[in-house]
């Protein structure tokens, strides 16, 4: 495992327009469940990625010193995730391509790139809140990865995972979604932020200068994991300008444009629809099986070939109930907890204090004086 120190700073730089958090990124495609067993539904494509994106690469890039061409009819279209690939590998191979090319490439896309998402980005009140936009959102840019939020001790995680196979995707496809994501952070936070530190999951290519210039920070490879870490004052920090009436409006947008995206959604997302819904108090892998005809255990081996599980889509939703019943209303913990399934006040604050490194009480009162 190598790490790159950045070059000191020698003075803030006017900060850029404000931008979309984390970019690029994205859900698995749906997967069979491992006993063979059919799913109700037609059979779902493949992963697919919005021209917007592809359209912001080929922009990049030719400003990155390289490029490719593209032929879709309209911003809207949606490509297949190998033509996505093809057009990354003609990139890659332009005559001006070089070993930090896609680091380039995603520290160059604008918001107008993703689509209806930069524009709700555009529209948040905080860092943390467009890094939570994102994670529900991304689809609408991009399918073959994921982007996740993880709060603890004090910072703040936004991870990149890949969903296609590591033959399938290139090193500096990841490099441009995670420089992305610096990138856009500067445009909510200020041109002149870092983040703690960056880290990729590769090894590094060429020299070690124009990742400590690109992301003024430190930079690790071969980590466990592609993500960059942020400071928890940093994701909380109020913006002094932001539009809830214009955020709520993309936001059904993005939610309606989703739907469409889903029309056949994966078991997972079909069991997140009905934990949405649902009384948690003693919520059971048996309800949402029941709704889509399915036996308990054809359940949990689907959600298991789609890379999660009953328990963690329970503790997810759990987490969102939460958040939202302190944010919206005064009822005590001990009130709180048995809406979202849990035993008791001393259960919620050691559950919630683990969702986001904070206990809920401390939670309740950064979002009423945020």
Known sequence: MSTVEPPSRTGPAAPSPPAPGPSAADLPAPAPPADGARLPGPPAPGPSVNATYALAVLSASAEAGSGGSGSWALPTDRLEYGEMRALWDEVLTARDAGP??????????RPDGLHILGHLILTCASL??????????HPLVSQAGTVTLHRRGGVGRVCYRPTVGPAAMHPQQVEAVVSSMVRAA????????????????????GSAEPYARVLGCPVTFGAPE??????????????????????????AYADRLLHQLSAAPTVAERVRQWLERAPLEDAGPDGPARQLNLSVRTLRRALHAEGTSWRALLDTARHGRARRLLETTALPLDRIAPLVGLSGATALVRAFSRWEGIPPGAYRSRFRHG
């Open 100 to 109: 930090h090319t896609g680091l380039l490439v995603g520290d160059r896309i």
């Open 128 to 137: 943390a809140d467009a890094a939570q936009a994102a994670e529900r959102y």
């Open 186 to 205: 500067r445009w909510i936070v200020g041109d002149d932020w870092t983040p703690r530190a960056v880290s990729f999951t590769h090894a590094r290519a």
């Open 226 to 251: 592609n993500a960059v870490t942020i400071a928890d004052e940093d994701l909380d920090r109020r913006r002094p300008v932001h539009d809830p009436t214009l955020n709520a409006l993309h936001r």
